[in-house]
């Protein structure tokens, strides 16, 4: 079975076709003969790529490319500008516009297929590091210890982003819910100095807290990630492995 599905758009039959045989030997190949197929085949089959002919009547590849980056089912999906063999110029405004490629037709068949395997290993490779993304993302933001991202903006520290145990505690340190207050700047007493010496540094720091609300002693681990950030992970002195 193919792995991968291909677009063809294209309003010239024989080209497509040539472009079919060719590539419908090693993929799954769904072509379109005009902007509105494309944008529904594109919608109804998911292609792993498109390869999108630029000059055609009507809706000219251009335009089908920003239809295509403005709906968020198809935005992800590369695509391969297909040009006339002296059209320079739609070559750079085909890559200006955000396409991954140009082939410029006629184009060899070995050429075709070198080209197209090429950026389907280009975007497997994306959905991986999408995937790998998306579950670091998800055990950050459930990690049940609080963890905030803080970052040096000139001679302060800012909030670039935080997890939901380190909006509730603090929560419970201010009273307000989700963030900190104003331009989210550190409010833990000490935190701010501690932040800079850690970036300064470039060493773990360790704090203990008294934090006003909480009632017990608050352990804030400070790991430095030059050049700007600093990785801030809060727990309670009593859960502290000991060593």
């Given at each position: 079975m193919p792995d991968a599905t291909i677009l063809v758009v294209d309003d010239a039959q024989i080209q497509a076709r040539l472009m079919d045989q060719v590539l419908s030997k090693h993929y799954?190949?769904?072509?379109?003969?005009?902007?509105?197929?494309?944008?529904?085949?594109?919608?109804?089959?998911?292609?792993?790529?498109?390869?999108?002919?630029?000059?055609?009547?009507?809706?000219?590849?251009?335009?089908?490319?920003?239809?295509?980056?403005?709906?968020?089912?198809?935005?992800?999906?590369?695509?391969?500008?297909?040009?006339?063999?002296?059209?320079?110029?739609?070559?750079?405004?085909?890559?200006?516009?955000?396409?991954?490629?140009?082939?410029?037709?006629?184009?060899?068949?070995?050429?075709?297929?070198?080209?197209?395997r090429t950026h389907l290993e280009f975007k497997r490779s994306r959905d991986r590091l999408a995937a790998s993304?998306?579950?670091?993302?998800?055990?950050?933001?459930?990690?049940?210890?609080?963890?905030?991202?803080?970052?040096?903006?000139?001679?302060?520290?800012?909030?670039?982003?935080?997890?939901?145990?380190a909006a509730r505690l603090c929560q419970r340190i201010t009273g307000r819910p989700g963030e900190a207050s104003g331009p989210h700047r550190p409010e833990l007493p000490g935190l701010e100095p501690a932040l800079a010496r850690c970036l300064d540094a470039g060493k773990d720091v360790r704090l203990e807290m008294d934090a006003a609300g909480l009632g017990e002693t608050l352990v804030v681990h400070l790991v430095s990630i030059p050049p700007d950030t600093v990785l801030m992970v809060c727990m309670k002195a009593d859960a502290e492995p000991a060593g």
């Open positions: 799954r190949v769904v072509l379109a003969g005009n902007g509105e197929e494309a944008l529904a085949a594109a919608r109804a089959e998911a292609p792993d790529l498109i390869l999108l002919d630029i000059q055609m009547p009507g809706m000219d590849g251009f335009a089908v490319f920003k239809a295509l980056q403005a709906a968020p089912a198809t935005t992800h999906i590369p695509v391969v500008f297909l040009t006339a063999r002296d059209a320079e110029l739609d070559e750079v405004q085909g890559l200006e516009a955000g396409g991954v490629d140009y082939i410029a037709k006629p184009c060899p068949a070995r050429v075709l297929l070198a080209r197209v993304e998306a579950r670091y993302r998800a055990l950050f933001l459930h990690s049940p210890q609080p963890v905030a991202v803080w970052r040096r903006d000139g001679e302060r520290f800012v909030l670039d982003e935080h997890n939901l145990a």
